[in-house]
């Protein structure tokens, strides 16, 4: 048994409270501290830590970088497992446990990859402990108008809060005759009785009349995912913005950790559920993509497909709940637009697919689409699939504020919102091999060659060639070319014991260097043109030296990070 299976806490199996989920970070860098570094970038509102694992030898040198997060919705917590499940492969990589081709194993040691397993763990340890609803963090800060608003608890003290039915003439929902405690939307041919459905909980502000309509954010405002600067906007506009961009402690802390990170390239969100990946653009359709990100993107789609048979669609033509209405302030905007990296979001579980529903034109109404039929397939699939552990049954219980009610209803924690725990292992084994092939697209810099030519008088002409022999360009992203900070590569050029013949040629200007990849059905490499590019991927800096025994060179962009080299001048 390898030292890594030995460590493993059953993320693969079952989903871990915080607790757990901590002690799995730990122990990877108690026993591994030369590649596995733990951080905490930050504390949720609650106070628990904001862990953040870095797997790469010296993490402090800048260089190209990873990132892969998961939980940032509360219930979502397949994203956990997966992130864990990526972290452990990555770290086999390391330790010479994996079975990827070896040219993959080069290009992963030499980057850095950061996991982020639990952006939530307030909110995650709400849905574990209590299976309540919660969609990031639960927590409201804003200000209190008056109005009556649910707020979720565990009225029974059974140990779980999910829902409660008021039977109600002007209900609803119905029960299914061909399933019974499974309530669906009521229609014309109903006889009832009929249903009021709500959180299990009670009303705050209770005016002992009236009860208020129910919301996803009644006492949980903050939607993470509407929280980030790129295209922020307020309440009215977006829901579950918060009250100013990065206004919440875990947003806030992701920005500050990644914006001071310019050498990430690569960036994987995790999600439930649905089995699809969601790529850029947000705001545009497909025309409006720069060419080269297009083929980078289809190169991505290629391997989601073959791995997991999740399709990837437009985040703009595909998953708008309103179409042409852009959604604002979510994280892959963020990553793709600010921070220019290759960005999507992967919607874990494929659980229309496993039930056999056709897929709509538009995926996003995969959620909406559904009439009775199709919940009742969902309630029978759970049943024999899934152990039961959606459709709960129902149980009397008198309601401080409604009086006779009763609760139970669905938990779609596992089976519906994550997969089964039996399905889990699978799950995270696709992902991981999936977000390898990723850290492997890396744009690797390398000093390719060094000559040192004599020019008489003690001068020495140090010529060194930089290539980068990695998939993807410096930039990384043509639309990333752009931004402010993504500048070219430099040379800067420090004598040991000389000098430079020219005391203001200490640096010399590469500008951004190619990659070898071409992304997927660009056209590239068709079989009536095959022609390459030019030597873009190569650069020649020139320095002259006066006297000294070495010159010490050091290659750097923001976007790729620093590489040292040393350059022996005697002998």
């Known amino acids: 048994m390898s030292r890594l299976t030995e460590l493993r806490r059953p993320f693969r199996e079952d989903y871990l409270d915080y607790e757990t989920l901590t002690a799995q970070l730990k122990a990877w860098a108690d026993a591994f501290g030369d590649i596995a570094h733990l951080e905490s970038i930050g504390k949720s509102g609650e106070g628990r830590e904001l862990w953040v694992l870095t797997i790469g030898f010296d993490p402090e040198r800048p260089r190209p970088a990873a990132w892969i997060d998961g939980n940032m919705h509360a219930s979502e917590l397949a994203g956990s497992s997966v992130a864990l499940a990526a972290a452990e492969a990555i770290l ?7 079975d990827l081709p070896e040219p993959m194993r080069r290009v992963i040691t030499e980057t850095l990859v950061h996991v982020m397993p639990r952006m939530s763990p307030d909110g995650a340890e709400a849905v574990l402990k209590t299976r309540r609803y919660v969609r990031s963090v639960p ?9 009556p608003r649910w707020e979720a608890s565990d009225v029974d003290g059974d140990g779980v809060a999910l829902l409660m039915r008021v039977e109600d003439s002007g209900g609803e929902f119905v029960e299914a005759p061909e399933f019974p405690g499974l309530l669906v939307p009521r229609e014309l ?98 025309a409006k ?36 209405k852009r959604l604002h302030g979510d994280m892959i905007d963020y990553a793709f637009v600010n921070r220019g990296c290759i960005a999507w979001v992967c919607e874990l579980w494929d659980i229309f697919e496993q039930v056999g529903f056709e897929r709509p034109k538009r995926f996003v109404e995969r959620y909406s689409r559904l009439d009775r039929a199709d919940l009742i397939a969902l309630a029978e699939w759970d049943r024999d699939h899934n152990q039961g552990r959606v459709v709960r049954p129902w149980r009397a219980f008198d309601h401080p504020q409604l009086g006779p009610v009763e609760l139970g ?41 060094v000559q040192v030519k004599p020019l008489g008088d003690g001068i020495r002409r140090v010529s060194v060639t930089v ?46 260097l190619d990659g070898w990849g ?8 068709a079989i009536y043109f095959q022609r390459s590019k030019g030597t873009g991927h190569r650069a020649v800096a020139h320095f002259d030296v006066r006297g000294g025994q070495a010159l010490k060179l050091q290659v750097w962009s923001p976007r790729t990070g620093r590489l040292d080299h040393f350059v022996e001048l005697e002998g």
């Open 92 to 98: 086999a990589v390391h330790l010479g446990e994996s």
């Open 139 to 147: 927590r409201d800060d804003r200000p209190k108008t008056g109005a």
């Open 189 to 286: 041919h109903d006889e009832g009785p009929f249903y009021k459905l709500y959180p299990e909980g009670t009303i705050d502000g209770w005016d002992g009349v009236t009860v208020p309509d129910p919301s996803f954010l009644s006492d949980n405002d903050p939607d993470l995912n509407r929280n980030f600067p790129a295209t922020w906007e307020p309440d009215h506009i977006q829901m579950g913005a918060g009250r100013y961009p990065m206004s919440e402690p875990e947003s806030r802390a992701v920005v500050e950790y990644t914006a001071a990170r310019p050498h990430l390239f690569a960036w994987t969100n995790l999600h439930t559920f649905g089995g699809v990946f969601i790529r850029p653009l947000g705001d545009a359709p497909d």
């Open 289 to 324: 993509m720069n060419p080269f990100d297009r083929g980078v993107y289809k190169l991505l789609e290629g391997w989601a497909d073959e791995l997991t048979g999740y399709p990837t669609v437009s985040g703009f033509e595909e998953f708008t709940y309103e179409p042409g």
């Open 409 to 449: 209803g669905l938990d779609p924690t596992v089976g519906f919102s994550n997969p089964p725990n039996e399905k889990l292992p699978e799950v995270c084994d696709q992902q991981a091999e999936l977000f390898s092939r990723m850290v492997a697209l890396a744009p690797r810099i390398v000093v390719a060659d």
């Open 467 to 512: 290539e980068n022999q990695g998939y993807l360009p410096s930039q990384v992203l043509e639309s990333a070319r752009g931004l402010t900070w993504n500048q070219g590569l430099v040379v800067d050029a420090e004598p040991v014991g000389g000098e430079l013949v020219d005391p203001n040629g200490s640096r010399e200007q590469l500008g951004h």
């Open 518 to 525: 071409r992304g997927r059905h660009s056209g590239f490499g």
